[in-house]
């Protein structure tokens, strides 16, 4: 079996041992003669995933009591609406750190909901996050919402900012457990799973208790936090078989060393690639300013197009995928997720080498 060198922004690599794990179960998981997508959710069995998952989310993120873990569906996506139709009360203004696609995507659709207002912003044509010290929230802001990861662009917040009583809430969709961050600043975090987490199909919110007294009485249940509080996500058929997936993805970094362990490799293994990028004389270009870069994707670009081309070209050839950047964007980007094995990221940077070696 040859395995791709997987770059890809999201569905995204898995870890081997994850994968092989679901396939030794898939008929028969843990001596019930049935997969876990054959039976009930209201199960013992599936009941006892439910709850695990929960708890090993919530270890690590290393939060204190009074945090809870719902699985939604509709993705991120679903998210953008969510938040401002649950915490965006009239009178109130949602105020949105403005970093990228996906933060503009989030906006756009709070100002479907209600009133918005942007507390900081990305200058023009330039990748990066904003200076916390640029950040101004409203008194009336009934939260405050950054993208922790600009997946498209390729940055990351290094620090978040400090809300006092207005609660942050963070779309972490490509960078959640990716480092070890203190999640206690959070009153609502969200994120799609097919990145770091697991396969599409699940939505994790992780969310403080605190926060959802006053939500409004007419929105519809399926899109109200409470109705998965109060069923401890079982109010309807859950996505069984993604947070299964996750499930195994969580155990994984656990039998890793936990998060810690998880972020050192991650630096390793990015280190590794902006230092190429640095040291190519300008051959390749990292685009993001370097206070912002991500540890997740990494953005970068050759001097023409057409080396671009003959570089995905030369990568395809060699069992690269995924290293095309979005369509919106071009050049190239590496998502270095989690489960992208240093091994990987290595012959990368060797085949980056070779390629300036014959083309530069
Ligand atoms: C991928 C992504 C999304 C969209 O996620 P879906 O689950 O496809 O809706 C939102 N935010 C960020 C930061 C992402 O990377």
Redesign the pocket.
């Known amino acids: 079996m040859k395995r791709a060198y997987n770059f890809n922004a999201?569905p995204a690599a898995l870890p081997l041992e994850v994968l092989q794990r679901a396939q030794e179960e898939i008929v028969d998981f843990k001596g019930i003669g049935m997969s876990i997508m054959e039976i009930s959710h209201r199960s013992k069995e599936y009941e006892a995933v439910n709850d695990e998952t929960q708890q090993l989310l919530l270890e690590h993120l290393e939060l204190p009591s009074g945090y809870k873990v719902l699985f939604l569906q509709g993705?991120?996506?679903?998210q953008f609406a969510m938040v401002p139709m649950n915490l965006l009360a009239s009178g109130k203004v949602g105020s949105y750190v403005m970093t990228g696609s996906?933060a503009e995507?989030a906006y756009q659709e709070a100002q479907l909901i209600g009133e918005t207002h942007i507390a900081a912003s990305s200058q023009e044509g330039v990748l990066h996050i904003p200076a916390l010290s640029e950040i101004q929230i409203p008194e009336n802001a009934a939260y405050l919402h950054v993208?922790s990861?600009?997946?498209i662009a390729g940055t990351q917040y290094q620090a978040f900012p400090d809300t006092g009583s207005i609660p942050l809430v963070a779309?972490m969709?490509?960078d959640i457990l990716s480092r070890r961050i203190d999640s206690s600043k959070f009153s609502l975090i969200y994120a799609?799973a097919?990145?770091n987490l697991g396969p599409?199909g699940v939505?994790v919110v992780v969310v403080k208790d605190d926060l959802l007294k006053e939500t409004p009485k007419h929105l519809p249940t399926m899109l109200r936090y409470s109705t998965y509080i109060k069923n401890n996500s079982l109010y309807n058929t859950p996505p069984v078989y993604s947070i299964y997936m996750v499930n195994l993805v969580l155990k994984w970094i656990k039998e890793k060393g936990g998060i810690g362990a998880v972020e050192k490799l991650n630096r390793e293994k990015t280190d590794l690639i902006y230092n190429a990028l640095d040291n190519s004389g300008g051959f390749y270009e990292g685009m993001a300013q370097k206070d912002s870069r991500s540890i997740m994707n990494i953005t970068f670009k050759l001097q023409t197009e057409e080396l671009e081309k003959e570089f995905l070209a030369e990568a395809k050839k060699n069992g690269f995928v995924g290293l095309g950047g979005h369509r919106s964007v071009g050049h190239l980007r590496a998502s270095t997720y989690n489960a992208v094995p240093y091994e990987a990221c290595k012959a990368l940077v060797d085949l980056m080498g070779e390629f300036q070696r014959k083309n530069g």
């Open positions: 999201g993705g991120a996506s679903t996906w995507k993208t990861n600009e997946t779309d969709s490509s799609g097919q990145k599409s939505t």
